[in-house]
């Protein structure tokens, strides 16, 4: 819940820094246009490709190099009832994509920080910029989710060599009981070996004692020359 937290607040510090606009100029495919722009915190590849289908309300885009594109005629109702030259790059710069926006109205006229429809302008950027960050947010938690599920896993297989190292300990334990008894029982025959050997051993000492005393009493048969 913590990390939730902390994550929309870093979300809405985004929004909130991210959507700063400000009026300058861009050299887009070597010329110089004026207009509006503001930069995010969000790789570039994702802002191009979200950036292309925002331009795409507003008519058939054209790209060209370095992250320009071009929208002839674009049909913006909230800027003008005439078509517009819209034109627009997007860049990496200090670490941040910086997304620029041109709007030519005719006469080399641009919508600039004091023309009347800088507001509306500055509102597409901002309205863009809120909705890359909401698709980052949505990119973050599913890496998050990625991440927990491959940890989930990694869980998962511990988990299921734990149950196969149990199983393999109860074969060992059986194998080792039952070695245990067959240790027991060698060990009974061997004791009773051990008897039975000490009773063959007396009567074999009897047995010599007796063949003694009779080879005596055969030499003393013997005649002495």
Same mark, same amino acid.
């Given at each position: 819940?913590?990390?939730?937290?902390? *994550?929309? #607040?870093?979300?809405?510090?985004?929004?909130?820094?991210?959507?700063?606009?400000?009026?300058?100029?861009?050299?887009?495919?070597?010329?110089?246009?004026?207009?509006?722009?503001?930069?995010?915190?969000?790789?570039?590849?994702?802002?191009?490709? /979200?950036?292309?289908?925002?331009?795409?309300?507003?008519?058939?885009?054209?790209?060209?190099?370095?992250?320009?594109?071009?929208?002839?005629? /674009?049909? #913006?109702?909230?800027?003008?009832?005439?078509?517009? #030259?819209?034109?627009?790059?997007?860049?990496? $710069?200090?670490?941040?994509?910086?997304?620029?926006?041109?709007?030519?109205?005719?006469?080399?006229?641009?919508?600039? /920080?004091?023309?009347?429809?800088?507001?509306?302008?500055?509102?597409?950027?901002?309205?863009?910029?809120?909705?890359?960050?909401?698709?980052?947010?949505?990119?973050? $938690?599913?890496?998050?989710?990625?991440?927990?599920?491959?940890?989930?896993?990694?869980?998962?297989?511990?988990?299921?060599?734990?149950?196969?190292?149990?199983? @393999?300990?109860?074969?060992?334990?059986?194998?080792?009981?039952?070695?245990?008894? $067959?240790?027991?029982?060698?060990? $009974?025959?061997?004791?009773? @070996?051990?008897?039975?050997?000490?009773?063959?051993?007396?009567?074999?000492?009897?047995?010599?004692?007796?063949?003694?005393?009779?080879?005596?009493? *055969?030499?003393?048969?013997?005649?002495?020359?």
């Amino acid at each position: 819940m913590k990390k939730l937290l902390l *994550a929309a #607040m870093l979300l809405a510090g985004l929004q909130s820094v991210n959507a700063q606009v400000f009026s300058g100029t861009q050299e887009v495919e070597k010329a110089n246009k004026e207009g509006l722009y503001t930069s995010v915190a969000i790789d570039d590849k994702y802002v191009k490709q /979200a950036w292309q289908a925002e331009l795409a309300k507003y008519g058939k885009v054209e790209s060209g190099k370095s992250g320009a594109y071009k929208v002839t005629g /674009a049909n #913006m109702p909230t800027i003008s009832g005439d078509p517009v #030259m819209l034109v627009s790059r997007i860049s990496s $710069e200090k670490g941040r994509t910086k997304i620029f926006l041109s709007l030519g109205l005719g006469d080399e006229a641009y919508v600039g /920080a004091t023309h009347p429809k800088y507001a509306s302008a500055e509102k597409i950027l901002n309205d863009f910029v809120e909705v890359i960050n909401l698709q980052e947010g949505v990119r973050v $938690e599913e890496k998050n989710l990625e991440d927990v599920k491959d940890k989930q896993t990694k869980v998962i297989k511990t988990g299921d060599k734990l149950v196969r190292a149990i199983e @393999d300990n109860k074969r060992e334990k059986e194998k080792l009981l039952k070695k245990i008894e $067959e240790n027991k029982v060698e060990l $009974e025959k061997l004791l009773t @070996d051990v008897e039975q050997n000490k009773k063959d051993q007396i009567s074999a000492g009897e047995n010599t004692n007796v063949q003694l005393k009779k080879v005596e009493e *055969a030499k003393a048969k013997v005649p002495k020359q």
